[in-house]
């Protein structure tokens, strides 16, 4: 069974950064997309970064410039780079792994940007 396991959050004041991790165990084979999400208080989930298996990246609008996904497909490890957070960057974050019939979901890491 695929779980994914997210690590990485906290409280941080705004313009500082944090960097968030994702590791996927009970998967043989490395996933074709590899993502992060958010869902603020009152908001539906969002895309923040995704990355695929030969390196393509996608970001949202708003965080275009300041985070940066990277991924180690050897360990199916996904790893997101923030750097100067924003209070507007509050949410929890998700961890996304997709194959062509499966996707998967951790739990979420908190992040909080104080102003």
């Known amino acids: 069974q695929v779980q994914l396991v997210e690590s990485g959050g906290g409280l941080v004041q705004a313009g500082g950064s944090l960097r968030l991790s994702c590791a996927a165990s009970?998967?043989?084979?490395?996933?074709?997309?590899m993502a992060w999400y958010r869902r603020a208080p009152g908001n539906q989930r969002d895309l923040v970064a995704a990355?695929?298996?030969?390196?393509?990246?996608n970001y949202g609008d708003s965080v275009k410039g300041r985070f940066t996904i990277s991924r180690d497909s050897a360990k199916n490890t996904v790893y997101l780079q923030m750097n100067n957070l924003k209070p507007e960057d509050t949410a929890v974050y998700y961890c996304?792994?997709?194959?062509?019939?499966?996707?998967?979901w951790g739990r979420g890491t908190q992040v909080t940007v104080s102003s």
């Open positions: 996304n792994a997709a194959n062509v019939a499966s996707r998967y």
């Open positions: 009970g998967s043989t084979v490395s996933f074709n997309s």
């Open positions: 990355i695929g298996r030969s390196g393509y990246t």
